[in-house]
């Protein structure tokens, strides 16, 4: 299983960008997938999650600003960031779990915001 994250790069606050994460195997076989980052010095922290059968959940810091979706035909997850912050500068890191708890990471891609 290969999760490829792409999208990040550099951009001002107030700007947007879009990650996508392509899965090499249907996505509709995780149990949920989803984004993580990780900030210099600081622990990796969950930003969107989507698991089957629920609704997307948001970290409280990118509520109202980012959106996670899915296209099933592509196996391609995404994360649609708008009014970035310079806070939301990290490595986002694509994920998947399976229902036997397995999980999966991608390499991650930096998003950087500058003030």
């Known amino acids: 299983v290969q999760l490829q994250a792409s999208g990040g790069g550099l951009v001002q606050a107030g700007g947007s960008l879009r990650l996508s994460c392509a899965a090499s195997?249907?996505?509709?076989?995780?149990?949920?997938m989803g984004w993580y980052r990780q900030a210099p010095g600081k622990q990796r922290e969950l930003v969107a999650d989507?698991?089957?059968?629920?609704?997307?959940t948001y970290a409280d810091s990118v509520q109202g600003r980012f959106t996670i979706s899915r296209d099933s035909a592509r196996n391609t997850v995404y994360l649609q960031m708008d009014n970035l912050k310079p806070e939301d500068t990290a490595v986002y890191y694509c994920?998947?779990?399976?229902?036997?708890?397995?999980?999966?990471w991608g390499l991650g891609t930096q998003v950087t915001v500058s003030s």
């Open positions: 989507w698991r089957t059968g629920g609704l997307p």
């Open positions: 195997t249907k996505i509709s076989s995780y149990y949920g």
């Open positions: 994920h998947a779990v399976r229902r036997d708890g397995v999980n999966y």
